[in-house]
C-alpha cells in the first residue's frame, strides 16, 4: 500500500519555494554569525535582528505549508485509492470504475540533488500526482511522497495495475 500526504492547494509549491529561499538566506546569515566576533557592534545587531526576523517569517511559512499539505493523507493500493482527513471523512476511488489513469514516468523524492533544488528555486517543482480519467472529467491528485520505500510501493503497485489491465498512460517530465 502506498500512503503519502495529499496537496490539496498548488500555492503548496510556491510556499516551499519561499521556504527554501529563507533557509539559504538563513544560512548565508548564520556564517556571519559564526564570524560576528569579528564585525563592529554597529554591523552585528542589525545582522542579528534580520537573522530574527526572518527566522519568524520562517516558522510562519512552515505554518502556511502545513495548512496547505497537513490535512489530509492519499493511500492507494491495488483496486482503490482513498482519500483520508484527519477530521475522519474518507473519499474512495475504484479504480475498476475509472476510465484511464494518467502517471508520471518518475516518481521522486523532493530536493533528492542540488539541481533539483536549484531547479525548485526557479520555480520548477518537481511534482508527484496521478490524473484520473473518470465520466469525462480529469482530476489530478498531488501528493508528497516522504520515502523511497513509498516511491517503491507505487512502482510496485503500478505494475499490478499493467497486469490487471487498467488503462494507462504515461506523461514524461521536462
Wanted: hydrophobic fraction near 40%.
Amino acid at each position: 500500500m502506498f500512503k503519502a500526504k495529499l496537496i490539496e492547494n498548488g500555492e503548496y509549491y510556491k510556499l516551499k519555494n519561499k521556504q527554501q529561499l529563507i533557509a539559504i538566506l538563513l544560512t548565508i546569515l548564520l556564517g556571519f554569525f559564526v564570524n560576528v566576533y569579528q564585525l563592529p557592534v554597529w554591523l552585528a545587531i542589525p545582522i542579528i535582528a534580520f537573522y530574527i526576523a526572518a527566522m519568524i517569517l520562517m516558522v510562519r511559512n512552515r505554518r502556511q505549508i502545513s495548512a496547505v499539505v497537513g490535512n489530509k493523507r492519499i493511500e492507494i493500493d491495488e483496486e482503490q485509492i482513498r482519500i483520508k482527513s484527519k477530521k475522519g471523512s474518507d473519499e474512495t476511488i475504484h479504480l475498476n470504475r475509472v476510465e484511464r489513469i494518467m502517471l508520471k514516468d518518475e516518481y521522486v523524492l523532493p530536493q533528492r540533488t542540488i539541481k533539483d533544488v536549484g531547479h525548485e528555486l526557479s520555480g520548477k517543482s518537481k511534482q508527484n500526482f496521478v490524473i484520473l480519467y473518470q465520466n469525462n472529467r480529469a482530476r489530478q491528485l498531488d501528493f508528497e511522497v516522504d520515502s523511497y520505500y513509498m516511491i517503491n510501493q507505487l512502482d510496485k503497485l503500478i505494475e499490478t495495475w499493467k497486469q490487471k489491465g487498467y488503462h494507462l498512460e504515461w506523461l514524461k517530465d521536462n
